[in-house]
Antibody
């Protein structure tokens, strides 16, 4: 069965760049969308964006100016870069396989275990 | 963007009781493009329902989803001890994909 694992620094300094990688095991990265979703401590879920295996992306407009996603199909990995971070970016960051409804993105399953990233000065 | 409002915020029930959770959308969601997730403390969300009413793999049949348009419901027919958790709805009918604020089902 497909499993996802986030990796990256747990601590990022104010105004610097957050960088996370999600490694997919037990299945191919092809033919799916792959999403990043975050959850600030004690709060709800926010979709950051997704990338297709071709490299095409779609980002949440609320974060679009600061987000870049990429995919490396040879390594079965995809990545998130979030620039100019503030304290409001402190959250658990999840990666998730995104099922398709036709050609459009749909629901998320499975999810990685999540990576807590804290922004500090 | 489509805003999802979940109610109630907290549901206090006893094991064996029926739970009814609501998710209301700010505009009609096309083709019943709605999913439900369960999240326990310290864990990632788990998919329960997609397409408004289709159960995900290995999800017990006490979980059921219904609704269309702007009003959707997740029903847990008889609460088991492991069902006490936070539940989120998510729409994928229109970008950006959005989640509701969650309903916490707690033990009474």
């Amino acid at each position: 069965q497909v499993q996802l694992q986030e990796s990256g620094p747990a601590l990022v300094k104010l105004s610097e760049t957050l960088s996370l990688t999600c490694t997919v095991s037990g299945g191919s990265i092809s033919s799916y969308y792959w999403s990043w979703i975050r959850q600030p401590p004690g709060k709800g879920l926010e979709w950051i964006g997704h990338i297709y295996d071709s490299g095409s992306t779609n980002y949440n407009p609320s974060l679009k100016s600061r987000v870049t996603m990429s995919v490396d199909t040879s390594k079965n990995q995809f990545s998130l870069i979030l620039s100019s971070v503030t304290a409001a970016d402190t959250a658990v960051y999840y990666c998730a396989r995104t099922h398709r409804r036709g050609w459009d993105p749909g629901w998320f399953d499975p999810w990685g275990q999540g990576a807590l990233v804290t922004v500090s000065s | 963007e489509i805003v999802l409002t979940q109610s109630p915020g907290t549901l206090s029930l006893s094991p064996g009781e029926r739970a009814t959770l609501s998710c209301r959308a700010s505009q009609s969601i096309s083709i019943n493009s709605l999913a439900w997730y369960q999240q326990k403390p310290g864990q990632a969300p788990r998919l329960l329902i997609y397409g408004a009413s289709s159960r995900a793999t290995d999800i017990p049949d006490r979980f059921s989803g219904s609704g269309s348009g702007t009003d959707f419901t997740l029903t847990i027919s008889r609460l088991e001890p492991e069902d006490f958790a936070v539940y989120y709805c998510q729409q994928y009918g229109r970008s950006p994909l959005t989640f509701g604020g969650g309903t916490k089902v707690e033990i009474k």
